[in-house]
């Protein structure tokens, strides 16, 4: 959403430069940790962490079956 332009580039992904309202989409097939940064203002950074099927499989069951665990 914001009127500059960004990329989102990190080891094995890397995007073209996005423009307002632009989306950048990658699949991870391996997990692990994996930073990223914008090329254009590299001191926009983040981190994706990529977990297993198991690891997201129970992190759905949980929020299914515990509303109390909620924060809103
Ligand atoms: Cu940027």
């Known amino acids: 959403m914001d009127p500059a332009d960004h990329t ?3 080891s094995i ?4 430069v996005l423009e307002e ?3 950048y989409e990658f699949t991870f097939t ?9 090329s254009l203002h590299p001191e926009m950074e983040g981190t994706i ?3 297993d099927e198991e ?8 929020n299914n079956d515990n509303d109390d665990d909620m924060d809103s």
């Open 8 to 10: 989102v580039t990190g």
């Open 13 to 16: 992904f890397d995007s073209d």
């Open 21 to 23: 309202g632009d989306t």
């Open 30 to 38: 391996e997990t692990g940790t994996f930073e990223y940064y914008c």
């Open 49 to 51: 962490i990529v977990t």
């Open 55 to 62: 690891t997201a499989g129970n992190m759905t069951d949980d």
